[in-house]
């Protein structure tokens, strides 16, 4: 909202997330268009004085408990401009009739995930962010905040905080190297984040430093389990085990999804690949 939003949108709803009053969700992916996000069906019909959307999103973090949807629909469906007629929208979840959100449990057993359906939900004219048309090349400005924030290598951190407690004071060799590691990893993968952040506060698109930050950092959560095995000989337990234990059997159920957030590892490659001139 600060880079592309209305000054009303902002005045309405950005004092809310600065008190900790509003949360938002992000409606992006949906059935059969997720890594391919120009493929996105759910339209938004013109309507006198705003948009019918009809359609559905998935895997929507948190649109059970949000207060905003900042959600990409689909304003034109001419097959020549696949990118151009998408359009970003702010919706208003609380109040807004014509949604249905339905849990999606993760093999935790977590509910983080949603599906969100639209049957003429009504966005008025005053919620659409951007021009019209301009939604793709809002989205993929955004997607750099999240492929290159702390969240891309630090949610399997306390799994490696439990190491530090399992090795205490007096830890094998072999465990102080490699659990040094790991923090020089982490202390590495932190400058590069802000490194990111510092970018687009310039005004800068980093696309392809995000997309390096997004791969090098899920990369490197995604065998902190493995890691945990090789250092100290234990395997994943629930119920009834220790903290360091339970730790690693959820870390080790969560974080196969990891790689999915912000654009599969396929998809992130491809941008490495371009940035890099090599395609």
Same mark, same amino acid.
């Given at each position: 909202?600060?880079? *592309?939003?209305?000054?009303? @949108?902002?005045?309405?709803? $950005?004092? +809310? ?5 509003? +949360? ?12 391919? $996000? ?13 948009? $019918? ?24 469906? #001419? ?30 057993? !977590?509910?983080? *995930? ?10 008025? !004219? ?10 793709? %090349? ?9 492929? &290159? ?6 949610? #399997? *951190?306390?799994?490696?905080?439990? %190491? ?5 004071? !007096?830890?094998?060799?072999? @465990? ?15 400058? %590069? ?13 980093? !696309? ?8 090098? +950092? ?8 493995? %890691?945990?095995?090789?250092? *100290? ?5 629930? +119920?009834?085990? &220790? ?13 196969? #999804?990891? #790689? ?20």
């Amino acid at each position: 909202m600060l880079r *592309f939003g209305t000054e009303e @949108q902002r005045q309405k709803i $950005l004092p +809310g997330i600065t008190r900790g009053e509003v +949360g938002f969700g992000i409606g992006m992916s949906e059935p059969n268009s997720g890594s391919d $996000l120009a493929s996105v069906r759910t339209k938004a019909t013109k309507v006198d004085g705003g948009y $019918l959307i009809n359609g559905s999103k998935i895997w929507t973090s948190g649109a059970h408990i949000a207060n905003y949807l900042v959600a990409l629909f689909r304003t034109s469906s #001419s097959a020549d401009d696949r990118h151009e007629g998408l359009t970003q929208f702010i919706v208003d979840m609380k109040n807004t009739d014509g949604i249905d959100v339905r849990p999606i449990h993760n093999m935790t057993g !977590d509910h983080d *995930f949603n599906q969100v359906f639209f049957e003429d939900a009504f966005i008025p !004219d005053s919620m659409r962010i951007g021009k019209e048309g301009d939604g793709w %090349m809002q989205v993929t400005t955004e997607l750099a905040f999240e492929r &290159s924030g702390p969240e891309r290598y630090l949610s #399997s *951190f306390p799994l490696v905080k439990e %190491m530090l407690r399992e090795a205490g004071q !007096d830890p094998s060799e072999r @465990q102080a190297i490699g659990l040094g590691r790991m923090v020089a990893r982490a202390s590495t993968f932190r400058e %590069m984040s802000l490194s990111v952040s510092g970018m687009l506060e310039a005004g800068k698109n980093p !696309d392809l430093e995000a997309a390096v930050m997004k791969e090098l +950092g899920v990369g490197w959560e995604q065998k902190i389990p493995g %890691m945990a095995h090789d250092l *100290f000989g234990t395997s994943p337990r629930l +119920g009834g085990a &220790s903290d360091y234990e339970t730790t690693q059997a959820y870390i080790t159920q969560a974080n196969v #999804s990891f #790689s999915l957030r912000g654009g599969t590892r396929e998809i992130v490659r491809g941008i490495i690949a371009r940035g890099l001139g090599m395609r």
